[in-house]
C-alpha cells in the first residue's frame, strides 16, 4: 500500500497505477461504514485510493473539527488489512493554501435541511470532494447513504460541473441495535449510547408504518418525532419527509420519500435515514 501526503508525490504514484480507479474520501477515525465502501470499490475496480482528510471548511467555528476523533496507524492498519492500493493523506496546508479563495457553492440542495442549520457545511464538503476529485482523477467515488444530503449535493456538483465521475452510494452500516456508524459515536459516554438507539427506532417504526400502508408525510415524521421526544436525553432538530433528488420537503400522499433527521443526544450531534418505496 502507497502512503502519499504531497500532490506531487500523488502524481508520481497514480502515473504508475493500473485503471479502473475507485475513490474513497474520508476524514478518517474509519469503521465498518468506511470499509463497507472500501470493499465495494474493490469490487468494482481493479485499484482502490483512499483519502484521509477531516476537512476544516466544513465545520462551523462552533463544532467540533478539535475534538474530531483521529488515530491515523489504526486507519492504515484498517486499510492495509482491507488491499488498498494508495491512502492520500494531504495537510491542510496541501489542501488550503495561504490565501485560498475558491469555493464550490450550490444555490438551493446545500441550504436546504442540514444547510439550514450548518450554513457554511456544504460549501466546505463540496470544494474539498471537487479538489479532491481533481487531484485523484477516479473513475468511481463511494458516499455513504447516511450522509444523504451530502451524496446529492455530490452527485449534482459532478453533474453540473462535468466531472467524468460515477458516484456509488453504498448503503448505512448498523450496529447490532440498530445505530448507525459514525464517528460521532465516540463522544457518547454508555447511558448516550443507548439514548441514540431512538433514532433508529423511529426509522425502523415509519418502515414498518409505510409498508403497511401509511402514505401520509405529516403522519410520517409524526411516527418519528413521537419515538425521539419520549427519549429524556435525546433533541429532535429536525424530521423530514422529501422527495429522493431534489430534496423538497412533501406534504400529502407520498409514493417514495428519504425519511432524515437530526438529533442531539446530550451535546453530540446524531443523523440518520432511510429511504421508503424505492
Known sequence: MKIVKTTSDLNTKLDGLDRTLGFVPTMGYLHEGHLSLVRKAREENTTVAVSIFANPT???PD????????????????????????????????????????????????????????????????????????????????????????AAVIKKMVRELNFRIEIVVCPIVREPDGVAMSSRNTYLDEEERLAARCLSRGLFLVRDAFQKGERRAEVLKTIVNNEVVHEPLARLQYVSCAD??????????????????????????LIDNLILGK
Open 244 to 269: 429522493l433528488t431534489s430534496l423538497a420537503e412533501l406534504e400529502n400522499e407520498v409514493q417514495a420519500c428519504l425519511i432524515s433527521m437530526a438529533v442531539f443526544v446530550g451535546k453530540t450531534r
Open 58 to 60: 466544513q465545520f462551523a
Open 63 to 150: 463544532e467540533d473539527l478539535a475534538s474530531y476523533p483521529q488515530d491515523i496507524d489504526r486507519d492504515l492498519e484498517l486499510l492495509t488489512g482491507e488491499g488498498v492500493d494508495l491512502v492520500w493523506i494531504p495537510t491542510v496546508e496541501t489542501m488550503y493554501p495561504d490565501g485560498y479563495q475558491t469555493w464550490v457553492e450550490m444555490d438551493h440542495l446545500s441550504s436546504i435541511l442540514e444547510g439550514s442549520y450548518r450554513p457554511t457545511h456544504f460549501r466546505g464538503v463540496a470544494t474539498v470532494v471537487a479538489k479532491l476529485f481533481n487531484a485523484v482523477s477516479p473513475d468511481k467515488a463511494y458516499f455513504g447513504q447516511k450522509d444523504a444530503q451530502q
